[in-house]
């Protein structure tokens, strides 16, 4: 199967196998924030973005911060990730990668140091 036959459901069954990787201990401490998928980026975005998390890191947060905060958003884009994978596997491995690095965020890691753990 070549990449951009890859549907929205079985992209989303990707995402969310991604989500079930995630170790329990770190899935337990993740707060307030959502999972996505959409087509593409925002047009105020680089179109060849992968993944974008909007929110306030972890590390960021104080006691009583989210009474009314909305939730963070993690947003995986199904387009630009299936135009850079040659098959389903590599989108499976990409989503992986792109959920992991936004998840990161999450828990306040920045580009800088994602890139020197190798999930650049």
Same mark, same amino acid.
């Given at each position: 199967? /070549?990449?951009?036959?890859? +549907?929205?459901?079985?992209?989303?069954?990707?995402?969310?196998?991604?989500? %079930?990787? #995630? *170790? !329990?201990?770190?899935?337990? =401490?993740?707060?307030?924030?959502?999972?996505?998928?959409?087509?593409?980026? !925002? &047009?105020?975005?680089?179109?060849?973005?992968?993944?974008?998390?909007? +929110?306030?890191?972890? @590390?960021?947060?104080? %006691?009583?911060?989210? &009474?009314?905060?909305? *939730?963070?958003? #993690?947003? =995986?884009? /199904?387009? !630009? @990730?299936?135009? #850079?994978? &040659?098959?389903? &596997?590599? =989108?499976?491995? $990409? =989503?992986?990668? @792109?959920?992991?690095?936004?998840?990161?965020?999450?828990?306040?890691? %920045?580009? $800088?140091?994602?890139?020197?753990?190798?999930?650049?």
């Amino acid at each position: 199967m /070549r990449p951009e036959e890859l +549907g929205r459901e079985e992209f989303e069954e990707a995402v969310a196998d991604a989500l %079930d990787e #995630i *170790p !329990p201990e770190l899935a337990r =401490v993740m707060d307030n924030v959502v999972v996505l998928v959409e087509d593409d980026p !925002p &047009a105020d975005l680089p179109g060849d973005l992968l993944g974008l998390y909007e +929110g306030t890191p972890l @590390t960021e947060r104080f %006691d009583g911060w989210a &009474a009314m905060a909305l *939730p963070d958003r #993690i947003t =995986v884009f /199904r387009h !630009p @990730t299936l135009a #850079i994978c &040659a098959d389903r &596997a590599e =989108v499976v491995a $990409e =989503v992986r990668t @792109t959920v992991v690095h936004e998840i990161a965020h999450h828990f306040g890691i %920045d580009d $800088e140091r994602l890139h020197a753990l190798g999930w650049g």
